[in-house]
């Protein structure tokens, strides 16, 4: 069993800052890639930054300057971070957290229940 646990969305003033982490925990014998998602009603899941095993960064055009994507992997914990500066009004959104998890019997990329953030104007 793969658990992806987000934390750290709020309720923010635009221009303010954000700090999302994700924890991954479960049976994993190994974690690829990682990225950030993020969605409005209404609207697909889009690609908000990702980061692989190698530290390679992408980000979407809309956050470049502004979000950084992090990876920590000490002592065979991974926990990913997404920092967030000069939030805009149209970063509102629910973000997720999603992983490529290899169990080892399957690998499969895997996604957090989402955390919320709001950035008031």
């Known amino acids: 069993q793969v658990q992806l646990v987000e934390s750290g969305g709020g309720l923010v003033q635009a221009g303010g800052s954000l700090r999302l982490s994700c924890a991954a925990s479960g049976s994993i014998r190994s974690i690829g890639a990682m990225g950030w998602y993020r969605q409005t009603p209404g609207k697909q899941r889009e690609l908000v930054a990702t980061c692989t095993i190698g530290g390679n960064t992408n980000y979407a055009d809309s956050v470049k300057g502004r979000f950084t994507i992090s990876i920590s992997r000490d002592n065979a914990k991974n926990t990913m971070y997404l920092q967030m500066n000069s939030l805009k009004t149209e970063d509102t959104a629910v973000y997720y957290c999603?992983?490529?998890?290899?169990?080892?019997?399957?690998?499969?990329?895997?996604w957090g229940q989402g955390t919320q953030v709001t950035v008031s104007s």
């Open positions: 999603n992983a490529y998890v290899d169990l080892g019997s399957r690998a499969f990329g895997a």
